[in-house]
């Protein structure tokens, strides 16, 4: 998803993943692609890596990293696959194969990770390798109706003359609303010399009206069936008062209504944590997430009066939410469908990044644009 973003304003000299699920997805699109590597970062040679790359992009693994993960951070498992990436980095740059341009992705938990110092740890490592750095929290709902808010770190190398840099990539300082209050905090806890390396990314505000999300939903759905009137009534049942009245309102409209829900443990009257289905109407998905365990899958209920059907999201709908064309072609297994989507980037969100910042500061340079 990255790619698709990205566009054909780039040519993609060399992609690696280690899910050959995802691998086939990427091939199902993009043809049989020489530059796919299908590895463990950690078994990659840099030798393996062709030419000076303009732009690298790396989305790490954020499970160690996120509010609801393991806490594990920078030494997890799988966010710690961020060392050998990084490892192959510091390669080029004493080989003189400098990446001009360095994105990070992952989720917003990386700012607050054991108390900022893994925030502080990736900063302080691009810019001990001579980057500038500066942070962007991107949501997703800016241009999909989907709540997904996702921290872009973009490094750029002190080979390029930040002088020259089209006007208005800088700004004096943090601005609304992709400089959030956590971004600020965590850029404050850094130490001086790191914030002397800091830049504050100046990237526009869409003023395009976001499509509702029951504009994404498919009327005949694939991949899935919709519940038995007991399945739904069950999920009604797990609703607490609130979220029963939301849905009451909404019948007594008359109105045909699209909403989401998703099961969640919560905390009842005793302080015993129990299963809760919590709806929303607003015309906004919750964030898409992998499929571990049945709270993690997003249900729709579709309300025509007194007639309420439920049913899990389609594949189609997530790869909707996403921003991925409908020609994309869909994993025949839903939970590997729903996997790539719900571990992927927000396609439109890293267009706007690299309409308006990427690009900008390669074509400021007259460098070449191979990622």
């Not at 498992?77 to 390669?91: A, E, N, V």
């Not at 750095?133 to 996702?150: E, I």
């Not at 190398?157 to 600020?184: E, F, Q, Y």
């Not at 906004?284 to 309300?303: A, E, K, M, N, Y």
Request: with cysteine; hydrophobic share 40%.
């Amino acid at each position: 998803m990255a790619r698709l973003g990205l566009g054909s304003d780039w040519l993609c000299a060399f992609a690696n993943d280690i899910s050959e699920k995802k691998a086939s997805a990427y091939r199902e699109y993009f043809g049989d692609c020489a530059e796919l590597l299908v590895r463990d970062v950690a078994e990659i040679a840099s030798t393996e890596l062709p030419g000076t790359p303009t732009l690298v992009w790396a989305s790490f693994p954020c499970q160690d990293l996120s509010l609801a993960g393991s806490g594990a951070g920078l030494n997890g498992r799988r966010s710690g696959t961020f060392k050998p990436f990084w490892s192959l980095i510091q390669t080029l740059v004493a080989e003189g194969r400098i990446p001009k341009l360095i994105v990070l992705e992952n989720v917003i938990g990386a700012l607050t990770s054991h108390g900022g110092q893994d925030f502080q740890t990736l900063i302080g490592t691009l810019t001990a390798a001579g980057y500038k750095v500066g942070c962007l929290v991107m949501d997703a709902v800016r241009f999909l109706p989907q709540s997904r808010q996702r921290l872009f770190i973009i490094g750029a190398h002190s080979t390029i003359n930040m002088t020259d840099c089209v006007a208005g990539l800088k700004a004096p300082g943090p601005v609304a609303p992709w400089h959030t209050t956590s971004l600020r905090n965590a850029y404050s806890a850094l130490p001086k010399n790191l914030q002397a390396e800091w830049v504050w990314w100046n990237v526009p505000v869409p003023d395009r009206p976001v499509a509702p999300f029951a504009s994404l939903i498919e009327d005949e759905p694939t991949g899935v069936h919709w519940h038995t009137n007991a399945q739904t009534e069950r999920l009604i049942g797990l609703m607490a008062p609130l979220h029963k009245k939301k849905l009451e309102a909404v019948m007594r409209s008359g109105q045909r209504l699209v909403g989401t829900l998703y099961k969640r443990a919560r905390p009842n009257e005793q302080g015993v944590n129990v299963q809760r289905a919590e709806v929303r109407f607003d015309q906004v998905s919750g964030c898409l997430r992998t499929p571990v365990g049945g709270s993690s899958r997003q249900t729709i209920l579709v309300v025509e009066g007194k007639r309420v059907r439920s049913r899990l999201l389609s594949p189609r709908e997530a790869a909707r939410l996403m921003g991925v064309p409908d020609s994309y072609p869909l994993p025949s297994n839903y939970n590997d469908a729903y996997h790539i989507f719900g571990d992927g980037l927000a396609v439109p969100v890293v267009s706007w990044l690299n309409r308006h910042l990427l690009l900008p500061l390669a074509a400021s340079q007259r460098i070449g644009k191979a990622a």
